[in-house]
């Protein structure tokens, strides 16, 4: 007799973007097995490549694609959902970081962060009010960081980004509570990814 698991996965399609590294692939990992269909998203193919070799099941995709580009975004959700159906999960694992004390964060740097930080996800979950594109009864977790609330020098621009997401996700989880989706932020701490990594090797004395 099968016994009921109420954490499975099964039937549903979940995308996740930042799924070539790092937190975003143990994200796409652990969904695989929990019986979900995955649609791994992020830049590097041949890094996306080696995720789906890592995850259970067959039935994954992945797509090669710049969150820089906002404008995009919306064809790039009607080709998923063409190609796919309608997505029943969003995670947003996709992040930079740049370490740089306030006197040289030029506009260009908050600007960038910010689109593919927070900027990128608002205009998914945008496109995922549309009922064509994303199911009733869904989840969308957005992946902030500890920095949005604890002060560290040379963050500024990484902070305000992870800010938005905090701020925004209150007011966007009100708005898709009566179809009943549920809309998550989750601000880690130090993980020890590549892009924790590459903080440690590139910060000076
Ligand atoms: N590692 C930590 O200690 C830590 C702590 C708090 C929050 N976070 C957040 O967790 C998320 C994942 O971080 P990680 O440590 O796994 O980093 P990582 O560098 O290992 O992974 C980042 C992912 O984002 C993707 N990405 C970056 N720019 C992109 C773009 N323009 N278009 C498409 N994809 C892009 C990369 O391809 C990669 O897949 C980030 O948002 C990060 O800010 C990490």
Same mark, same amino acid.
């Given at each position: 007799? %099968?016994?009921?698991?109420?954490?499975?996965?099964? &039937?549903?399609?979940?995308?996740?973007?930042?799924?070539?590294?790092?937190?975003?692939?143990?994200?796409?990992?652990?969904?695989? =097995?929990? &019986?979900? @269909?995955?649609?791994?998203?992020?830049?590097?193919?041949?890094?996306?490549?080696?995720?789906?070799?890592?995850?259970?099941?067959?039935?994954?995709?992945?797509?090669?694609?710049?969150?820089?580009? /906002?404008?995009?975004?919306? %064809?790039?959700?009607? =080709?998923?959902?063409?190609?796919?159906?309608?997505?029943?999960?969003?995670?947003?694992?996709?992040?930079?970081?740049?370490?740089?004390?306030?006197?040289?964060?030029?506009?260009?740097?908050?600007?960038?962060?910010? @689109?593919?930080?927070?900027?990128?996800?608002?205009?998914?979950?945008?496109?995922?009010?549309?009922?064509?594109?994303?199911?009733?009864?869904?989840? /969308?977790?957005?992946?902030?960081? /500890?920095?949005?609330?604890?002060?560290?020098?040379?963050?500024?621009?990484?902070?305000?980004?992870?800010?938005?997401?905090?701020?925004?996700?209150?007011?966007?989880?009100?708005?898709?509570? =009566? @179809?009943?989706?549920?809309?998550?932020?989750?601000?880690? &701490?130090?993980?020890?990814?590549?892009?924790?990594?590459?903080?440690?090797?590139?910060?000076?004395?």
């Amino acid at each position: 007799m %099968d016994s009921f698991n109420p954490f499975s996965l099964s &039937g549903k399609t979940i995308v996740v973007t930042g799924a070539s590294s790092g937190i975003g692939r143990q994200c796409a990992i652990d969904c695989s =097995k929990m &019986g979900a @269909r995955l649609i791994l998203v992020a830049r590097n193919e041949e890094r996306l490549q080696e995720t789906l070799c890592m995850l259970s099941g067959s039935e994954h995709f992945y797509y090669s694609f710049d969150l820089c580009l /906002i404008e995009s975004i919306k %064809d790039f959700i009607s =080709k998923i959902v063409c190609e796919h159906g309608k997505i029943d999960g969003f995670v947003h694992a996709a992040g930079i970081e740049k370490t740089l004390p306030v006197k040289l964060l030029s506009y260009h740097d908050y600007e960038k962060i910010y @689109r593919v930080n927070a900027i990128s996800a608002f205009e998914f979950i945008h496109h995922f009010s549309n009922k064509e594109y994303f199911n009733n009864g869904g989840h /969308i977790v957005l992946i902030a960081s /500890i920095s949005s609330i604890v002060g560290r020098k040379g963050l500024a621009a990484y902070a305000a980004s992870k800010g938005a997401i905090t701020s925004a996700i209150r007011p966007m989880a009100l708005e898709f509570a =009566k @179809r009943n989706i549920c809309v998550n932020s989750i601000s880690p &701490g130090t993980i020890l990814t590549p892009l924790m990594q590459d903080v440690l090797h590139s910060l000076s004395e």
